[in-house]
């Protein structure tokens, strides 16, 4: 069971990235899915998260109206449509699933038994 994130890279501040998460095993299609991150020398914190169904999505407040996520079921994917990047948001950002068939959306890292490798977005100033 495996979760690939990619897109991470080099964007202005300003700009926008997507970043993608899919899963290797279709028995995520029922689990809430999540992005974290973690900047040099902070604790990872949480970004936003998305039932199964790809209904209630849940925001940090401090990319509310910025980013946005998405699931598409067919493709097994997650996604993190990052706007407005800001320096700030430089981290690793890492995707999370719940075990399957939990529908409670957490925003605590300990609530997500499976997780990516990361993938590094820079904002440059």
């Known amino acids: 069971v495996q979760l690939q994130a990619s897109g991470g890279g080099l964007v202005q501040a300003g700009g926008s990235r997507r970043l993608s998460c899919a899963a290797s095993?279709?028995?995520?299609?029922?689990?809430?899915m999540a992005w974290f991150r973690q900047a040099p020398g902070q604790e990872r914190e949480f970004v936003a998260a998305?039932?199964?169904?790809?209904?209630?999505?849940v925001h940090a407040d401090s990319v509310k109206g910025r980013f946005t996520i998405s699931r598409d079921s067919d493709k097994n994917t997650v996604y993190l449509q990052m706007n407005s990047l800001k320096p700030e948001d430089t981290a690793v950002y890492y995707c999370?699933?719940?075990?399957?068939?939990?529908?409670?959306?957490?925003?605590?890292?300990?609530?997500?038994?499976?997780w990516g490798q990361g993938t590094l977005v820079t904002v440059s100033s």
């Open positions: 998305i039932s199964w169904s790809g209904g209630s999505p």
């Open positions: 999370a699933a719940r075990s399957p068939g939990i529908t409670v959306i957490h925003r605590t890292k300990r609530s997500y038994a499976y």
């Open positions: 095993d279709r028995t995520f299609s029922r689990s809430v």
